[in-house]
């Protein structure tokens, strides 16, 4: 599981910018993806969907996104279009579960017994429930489900750590 330290652990431990993997599973004669799992190591975004420009045009108010915001956007869909295999195959339909881990590089101010540990929990902003919306909004546009409305088990995790990244796992909810 992404959300699992140990398995965050290993996953730091992979020199690889982008690792990916696929679990495939068979059906009949067919090979069904089961699961798919990333690491992308890079430092993940701090922009949230949650900053939102508004301003007031033709008597209503109208939103928009933020430079910085569509900038962050476009950077996570580029790094997960590159980790998301090309046989991928979109999950039309039925329940989805996502689990993520955010890990951002130590902080200057960390104190060394706690850089002593491979990750440590991150208790500061961005938000867990700003920082995911992001990233589904990311998945949808790559087709890897339908829509984000079929996340039907969702787990995310920030640490702070040596080797910054995300990772990622997203597969089906046998029923």
């Known amino acids: 599981m992404a959300g699992d330290p140990a398995a965050v652990a290993e ?10 993997r696929v679990f495939l599973k068979m059906k009949g004669e067919q090979r069904v993806m089961q699961k798919l799992s990333i690491w992308i190591a890079c ?6 969907s949650q900053q939102k420009g508004a301003c007031r045009a033709g008597g209503g108010i109208r939103f928009f996104k933020k430079a910085h915001v569509a900038q962050a956007e476009q950077d996570l869909i580029s790094l997960c279009r590159g980790a998301i295999p090309a046989g991928w195959q979109t999950i039309e339909d039925g329940p989805v579960f996502l689990d993520v881990a955010f890990i951002w590089p130590w902080r200057k101010s960390e104190p060394k017994k ?3 540990y491979p990750v440590l929990a991150m208790d500061v902003k961005p938000d867990c429930s700003n920082i995911i919306k992001m990233l589904e909004d990311a998945l949808t546009r790559l ?13 995310v995790n920030k640490f702070w750590g040596d080797r910054p990244g995300i990772s990622i796992e997203v597969g089906r909810i046998e029923v």
């Open 114 to 116: 706690n850089k002593s």
């Open 11 to 20: 996953d730091l431990n992979n020199p690889a910018a982008i690792r990916c």
């Open 43 to 48: 430092v993940p975004p701090k922009a949230t």
């Open 143 to 155: 087709n890897v489900w339908r829509d984000d409305s079929q996340v039907a088990r969702l787990s």
